[in-house]
């Protein structure tokens, strides 16, 4: 759908953006030595790390991803949301303390703390750079997708915005401003959601067939793009969808229920109708096309598990397992997420790291229960987009006001800047302070140190810039599942055995990071959404039986760290 | 695999006493959590069952595994203060 700006919402949107830009130039000023770089001296207060968290790890996928998996296939992004706070259970009660007592700026320090070995460096900055690189791509695809509608601009234009604030946020201070724009962003996220929360509830639900013709958007082999076999414009466009058709039996003659409490939603919605939209893609000698037709289902199927994942319904084996690897990553990989373990430096000990987790996990998990409401809210708004989810939420906010559209798309711009500061702090940590000085000996002071830092996150804004351009048409969501799987097979193995096996050896740990994240990335590339969205082949030609890997790859990093490590001998520890 | 290297290395007694308590309420999150997933792929008719409120039991799940993990973080983070 072609989108249309507004003055109030670029007013709104360039007011938060300069903000987020001024507070990071502001604090840039306070430190720039390699300690205020990567870690804020280690002296962030527990509460403003939590949120901070928080603001970190609420990601494009989650706001934009599960709110529009929610809208476009009922229950199952919600078991997204329940799988990615359920990973901070693993962070809280068993990687938080060690790591903070452990590392210094790095994932890297903190594995390779008992052998002080460059070659566990070299493995773990490598897995740093793949998974940060992975959960990139979500990112900066969320961002094209929120600057499209709110500014007019093309995906590609809102991806290079991101790109270039980002950089300049990180540039300018490194984890301190990063912090700050995370702990704003958290804070901005949970409470403009909650307010949306309160408008969806406030205002019921109501009956709205809308026009249930089906649509169909064609792009021509020279580029143009037709709606129904009209060139599209601004008159002309792909209709909003996503309707109620009826109410339960109990609200006969009416045509809306007025407010309704945060269960009564959910149990008026399963005894509703709704409208959703399926999409089928055809190719013939005039060009691609899309047809969107209206699937009427009732309220108590689309609040099932298997809307999305069809494999639940579909008794295939390949498909339930499918299913459990990825509830599987989800729950081993956040611990294991670099840019999440990294703000464990920035607290000044255990008890505030443990602090920040709690705090951390509070507000992920209020957030985590608002997006049931904001999907389903978006799912009979009447205002979705039918060619991109992960514009639900924002459309969202515009069935209620432009203006509340313009917040919240700042917010999810915000949102988009404050993960991605993150994973380019982590990124560019691992290049200068592991690979150039821990891996290569190149002896760096402090002040070249954080010059080091500086250009790599330059260089991953550039990379970030790329991927997010490239693959511009997946749902973010999706996306971060990937990421998770790297992140849970090469670095889970290790920092757990580390923690718990005394045996464990550094040639174990090398072995099971590598083996973890090659046979994860190897498995993704050959799985069958891969050779379907990515190579557009069949997925019948792919060789692993499900997409997800996690149910092989992270055992089996296990398995070879065990095995490595007995095959190895002991060194004495540091 | 019972006690953290940590401990027998002698790292902060903090470090000890927090993966103690922490597993085990760690393993408790493990059961909720697996529990759920199972009945996902298992016994999916269950979840459309609806035992409170008109809600199905996949909501009143996926909310309860929410609430159940602030509620380990917080008796965790009030049992280390107390001690």
Request: glycine share 12%; net charge positive.
């Given at each position: 759908m072609n989108h249309e700006a507004s003055f109030a919402a670029v007013a709104i949107f360039t007011a938060f953006v300069l903000g987020v830009l001024g507070l990071s130039f502001w604090l840039g000023r306070r430190g720039q030595s390699a300690a205020a770089y990567y870690a804020a001296h280690g002296q962030i207060h527990w509460f403003v790390n939590g949120i901070a968290f928080a603001g970190d790890y609420l990601s494009a996928a989650s706001f934009l991803g599960i709110c529009g998996m929610i809208a476009f296939s009922g229950y199952d992004g919600f078991l997204y949301a329940i799988g990615f706070l359920a990973g901070w259970i693993v962070a809280l009660f068993v990687i938080a303390e060690p790591i903070k007592a452990l590392g210094t700026y790095t994932l890297a320090d903190a594995l390779a703390s008992r052998f002080g070995s460059r070659g566990i460096t070299l493995a773990v900055a490598i897995s740093t750079l793949v998974v940060s690189i992975f959960y990139l791509?979500?990112?900066?695809?969320?961002?094209?997708?929120?600057?499209?509608?709110?500014?007019?601009?093309?995906?590609?234009?809102?991806?290079?915005?991101?790109?270039?604030?980002?950089?300049?946020?990180?540039?300018?201070?490194?984890?301190?401003?990063?912090?700050?724009?995370?702990?704003?962003?958290?804070?901005?996220?949970?409470?403009?959601?909650?307010?949306?929360?309160?408008?969806?509830?406030?205002?019921?639900?109501?009956?709205?067939?809308?026009?249930?013709?089906?649509?169909?958007?064609?792009?021509?082999?020279?580029?143009?793009?037709?709606?129904?076999?009209?060139?599209?414009?601004?008159?002309?466009?792909?209709?909003?969808?996503?309707?109620?058709?009826?109410?339960?039996?109990?609200?006969?003659?009416?045509?809306?229920?007025?407010?309704?409490?945060?269960?009564?939603?959910?149990?008026?919605?399963?005894?509703?109708?709704?409208?959703?939209?399926?999409?089928?893609r055809t190719a013939d000698e005039h060009g691609v096309h899309v047809t969107y037709e209206p699937v009427t289902r009732s309220g108590a199927d689309l609040l099932q598990p298997g809307g999305s994942f069809k494999g639940l319904r579909s008794g295939r084996l390949a498909d339930r397992l499918d299913f459990a690897s990825l509830m599987l990553a989800l729950f081993c990989g956040t611990a294991s997420l670099p840019h999440i373990l990294i703000r464990y430096y920035t607290v000044k000990d255990a008890a505030a790291a443990r602090k920040s987790t709690v705090t951390g996990i509070a507000a992920i998990g209020v957030f985590y229960v608002m997006t049931l409401y904001l999907g389903l809210g978006a799912m009979t708004s009447g205002a979705l987009d039918p060619t991109d989810s992960n514009m639900a939420a924002p459309l969202l906010a515009k069935s209620f006001s432009t203006t509340l559209f313009a917040l919240v798309s700042a917010i999810a711009f915000t949102t988009v800047l404050g993960t991605v500061s993150g994973l380019i702090m982590a990124g560019s940590g691992a290049v200068a302070h592991d690979l150039v000085s821990r891996v290569c000996g190149v002896p760096l002071t402090d002040h070249e140190k954080v010059r080091c830092g500086r250009i790599a996150a330059v260089c991953l804004g550039v990379v970030a810039m790329g991927l997010g351009i490239l693959f511009k048409n997946f749902n973010v969501g999706f996306l971060v599942g990937w990421a998770f799987n790297i992140a849970a097979s090469a670095n889970l193995p290790a920092l757990v055995m580390l923690l718990f096996w005394k045996r464990t050896t550094a040639a174990g740990i090398i072995a099971a990071v590598t083996v973890g994240m090659v046979a994860s990335l190897g498995w993704i590339l050959l799985s069958a959404d891969t050779f379907e969205k990515v190579y557009g082949l069949s997925r019948d030609l792919a060789p692993v039986p499900f997409s997800q890997p996690g149910l092989v790859t992270i055992p089996l990093g296990f398995v070879v760290l065990i095995v490595v490590s007995l095959l190895t001998p002991p060194r004495p520890a540091r | 695999m019972t006690k953290p290297t940590a401990e027998r290395d002698g790292s902060p007694a903090a470090t000890v006493r927090a993966s103690r308590t922490g597993l085990a309420l760690f393993w408790i999150y493990v059961l909720l959590y697996g529990g759920f997933m199972g009945l996902v792929l298992v016994r999916p008719d269950l979840l459309a069952l609806r035992p409170f409120g008109g809600v199905n039991l996949a909501i009143l799940a996926g909310l309860g595994l929410i609430v159940a993990a602030f509620g380990l973080a917080l008796v965790s983070m009030l049992g280390r203060d107390t001690r």
């Open positions: 791509i979500p990112q900066m695809v969320g961002a094209g997708a929120l600057v499209t509608p709110l500014l007019g601009l093309p995906h590609a234009a809102g991806v290079v915005l991101v790109g270039v604030a980002v950089t300049l946020i990180v540039v300018t201070a490194g984890m301190v401003s990063t912090t700050w724009v995370q702990f704003i962003k958290g804070s901005l996220l949970v409470l403009f959601c909650g307010l949306l929360v309160a408008l969806i509830l406030g205002r019921g639900l109501s009956v709205n067939t809308g026009d249930l013709t089906p649509q169909v958007r064609t792009v021509t082999p020279d580029g143009r793009v037709l709606v129904d076999g009209r060139p599209q414009s601004r008159d002309h466009d792909l209709r909003p969808v996503g309707t109620l058709s009826a109410l339960p039996a109990r609200y006969a003659g009416r045509t809306t229920t007025g407010p309704l409490g945060p269960l009564e939603y959910f149990s008026v919605l399963e005894d509703s109708t709704i409208v959703t939209w399926k999409s089928t | -």
